[in-house]
């Protein structure tokens, strides 16, 4: 009986170690990891038209434009009265229309953790600077109007925004889940220990 409860008991230690290495594996972070803006909920033209709107990746020339936006003093000149400590740049995105919409065309963008009370602005490159847009927060969302379309900045002040609301980093699911499966794996253990007394 001995034999037959270390025998169980290692059979169900190797099983734990070959699932928590399957959930690590599911772990891999998808290629676009970082972006944070990736759908809008509605996008009109200034007749009232539906357009659609792609987002997606920054150009080579984006990507440029973007590393502008990492100087707090450079967000400052760009916002003026309307920053306040605690704003920075979640996303930097590739926004442009498809057909040929009747501008100023307003968006709805879908931003996690932002609330209606939330400070945001909305930039956009312009003629090889970036620029204000006239923009309002929503529960999730911002809105903006845009006269034209390219790289468009999401600044969010993190000081009034809902954190609770951001999707869990790709690393904690794992670790419950091995969590769970250790703690199955002692209960096991524990069961096989009591038939082993209960034998003697």
């Known amino acids: 009986m001995q034999k037959l409860g270390k025998k169980f008991l290692g059979m169900v230690l190797a099983g734990t170690l070959s699932i928590a290495m399957g959930i690590t594996a599911f772990a891999t ?5 970082n972006a944070v803006v ?3 909920t509605k996008a009109v033209d200034k007749d009232g038209k539906n357009v659609e709107i792609v ?5 080579k020339e984006g990507k440029t434009a973007a590393k502008l936006l990492q100087s707090k003093e450079t967000l400052k000149d760009i916002i003026g009265d ?7 740049v979640v996303d930097v995105r590739e926004v442009r229309a498809v057909g040929n ?3 100023p065309v307003t968006i709805t963008f879908k931003v996690p953790g932002v609330l209606a009370s939330t400070n945001v602005a909305i930039l956009h490159y312009e003629n090889g600077a970036w620029t204000e847009e006239p923009s309002k ?3 999730g969302t911002i809105t903006a109007t845009f006269d034209s379309l390219s790289p468009v900045a999401f600044v969010v002040d993190r000081n009034t925004s809902a954190s609770s609301t951001e ?27 009591r038939k082993r007394t209960a034998f003697k």
């Open 55 to 59: 987002i997606e990746e920054l150009t």
């Open 137 to 139: 927060a929503g529960k």
């Open 38 to 40: 990736t759908e809008y």
């Open 101 to 103: 919409p009747s501008f």
């Open 82 to 88: 309307n920053y306040v400590d605690g704003m920075e």
């Open 167 to 193: 999707s869990p980093k790709t690393s904690e699911t794992p670790r419950v889940a091995v969590a769970g499966v250790a703690a199955i794996a002692a209960l096991a253990g524990a069961v096989v220990f």
């Open 29 to 33: 972070p998808s290629p676009e990891k």
